[in-house]
């Protein structure tokens, strides 16, 4: 694994991890503050601008499609961002709140999701840790 990836891994798994249990800690907060969040245009804006500088740099920094799942899963962490922060950008926030409160049932699948975000960062943050550079 490159030292790129492994810091990308270490950084993306640990943000997963704590996102995650924030989740299962605070459920009802969170739901209530992205309900809130999808309904404040003004925040969707910088939301979007930060949510694509990040997604960007994630890619111009490790565009990276073979060299074992870490990367392969870091790299698809950096598209989705980059295409949820143009997202938040251009598609109007009433469309924006419908597909996720509604299309993708957050609140229903709530836990679910939490489920995948954690997976996802003990994953990266196991492979990340653990693994043996090579550049």
């Not at 740099?57 to 074992?68: E, Q, T, Y």
């Not at 003990?122 to 693994?131: D, N, V």
Request: with cysteine; net charge positive.
């Amino acid at each position: 694994m490159t030292p790129r990836t492994m810091f990308l891994s270490r950084l993306i798994g640990l943000y997963c991890v704590f996102a995650a249990l924030s989740m299962v800690i605070r459920k009802q907060a969170i739901v209530e503050m992205v309900t809130a969040l999808l309904h404040d245009s003004p925040l969707m804006f910088i939301l979007g601008v930060f949510t694509l500088i990040a997604g960007l740099a994630m890619i111009l920094a490790h565009n990276v499609w073979a060299g074992g799942a870490p990367a392969v899963i870091v790299t698809l962490v950096g598209w989705t961002t980059l295409i949820k922060g143009l997202m938040f950008l251009f598609v109007p926030p009433a469309a924006e709140a419908d597909f996720f409160l509604k299309n993708l049932h957050y609140e229903q699948y709530f836990y679910f999701y939490m489920t995948v975000t954690l997976a996802i960062g003990i994953y990266l943050t196991y492979s990340g840790f653990t693994a043996r550079s090579h550049s």
